[in-house]
């Protein structure tokens, strides 16, 4: 069975606006691109053509998500908040959250194209899909906006799954640089939604992504963090997989996958300052397809979060789609075998190990 992709060029539409980074302009501050901008994703998509790989997928078309379907997550004040915004062209949806023209819009066909892809992957017509979508979701809370995220896709995809297509257990894996949030709050004290996360320590958002955050009532333990400190690499990302999210995944047994993906964990990236590779992403990806054959008849869906170097992107998703595909294009990451020979911090440090242990010994309190 074939692979999903979906992408849709009105994702490419929605205008972060005149910024310097994630700072907007003004002031000392020169305009520039915002950070969270078209080129790492379009150049991804244009990365799974010219390689050849499009042609080994099956592609899907996006829906708008409805009002009701958000409202499974957000409040109405907020919605009706974003779309003033949107009608006006501009604003902020809460914290560095940008809006511009009919940003409502593209972030509701954003939010759908998640609903589409698990739909898709449940009702067989993939075995497992990855959803190029944007703006991204990881961050937004049912009341606000946050970093860069506007509608909180994975999690209205989820609740969509849970009222609409009868799932009774779904496990996220956010391997996003920054931590998980709003997918973290949305489910936090339910015990039939598993939320791990790894993300850099310490890093964004401050308030969220400790270790000691378990879960809340019929939630406790059912919420794992894997704060990485800064600088871990491939072997620490992977050992992550391998330790701590596949035996959760063993002892939770989900009825499907969903990975917030992210690609800002890369040794490439602005904003992350950890040390991944294309071939990271090959590796976790197979690590999870093998834990979906086990567990679930191998339905695993990614969902496309941040990522912000234009050039390293579409590398780290290639090898992704890749993966889940089983087709190896001729395409070859032509920056590994300079990362391999000269970046350090691939191998895993004890400081590194010593988080992974810790965030291991919290699997027991699966059920
Ligand atoms: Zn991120």
New binding site residues.
């Given amino acids: 069975m074939a692979t999903g992709f979906l992408w849709h060029e009105r994702y490419m539409w929605h205008s972060t606006g005149i910024a310097a980074g994630q700072i907007p302009a003004g002031g000392y501050v020169e305009p520039d691109n915002h950070i969270e901008s078209v080129p790492s994703k379009r150049r991804f998509r244009s990365l799974v053509e010219v390689s050849g790989l499009i042609e080994q997928l099956a592609p899907l078309a996006p829906r708008y998500a409805d009002e009701e379907e958000l409202l499974r997550f957000h409040t109405r004040d907020y919605l009706a908040a974003v779309k003033s915004m949107s009608d006006a062209g501009y604003g902020d949806a809460g914290e560095l959250a940008p809006i511009g023209p009919d940003s409502y819009d593209i972030a509701r066909l954003s939010a759908g194209g998640c609903i589409v892809g698990l739909d898709a992957v449940l009702e067989g017509h993939v075995r497992n899909a990855y959803i190029l979508n944007r703006p ?1 979701g ?2 937004a809370e049912a009341d606000q906006g946050r ?2 995220c506007i509608l909180a896709n994975v999690v209205i995809a989820v609740l969509h799954g849970i009222a609409e297509r009868g799932l009774q257990r779904v496990a996220t894996f956010d391997w ?3 931590h998980g949030n709003g997918t973290q709050k949305a489910f936090y004290d339910r015990d039939d939604v598993l939320t791990i996360s790894v ?1 850099q320590d310490n890093y ?1 958002p401050q308030d969220s992504g400790a270790m000691d955050e378990r879960g809340d009532g019929a939630g406790l333990g059912y919420n794992i963090n894997v704060p990485l400190p800064a600088g871990s690499g491939h072997e620490a990302y992977v050992e992550t997989v391998r330790r701590v999210v596949v035996p959760a995944l063993e002892r939770f047994r989900p009825d499907v996958i969903v990975v917030p993906s ?1 690609f ?1 964990a890369s040794a490439m990236d602005p ?2 300052r950890q040390m991944c590779i294309s071939d990271t992403y090959r590796e976790m990806t197979s690590l999870l397809m093998e834990a979906a054959d086990r567990l679930c008849e191998g339905r695993l869906l990614m969902c496309h ?4 170097s234009q050039v390293y992107v579409p590398w780290c998703g290639l090898a992704t789609v890749e993966t889940l595909s089983g087709h190896r294009t001729p395409a070859e990451d032509p920056y590994l075998p300079d990362y391999l020979a000269t970046l350090a911090g691939h191998s895993l440090q004890p400081w590194q190990r010593e988080v992974i242990d810790r965030a291991a010994a919290m699997i027991g309190d699966i059920k």
């Fill in positions: 991204p990881h961050h970093g860069f996003d640089v920054h993300h964004y992210g800002d904003l992350g979060e941040g990522g912000y």
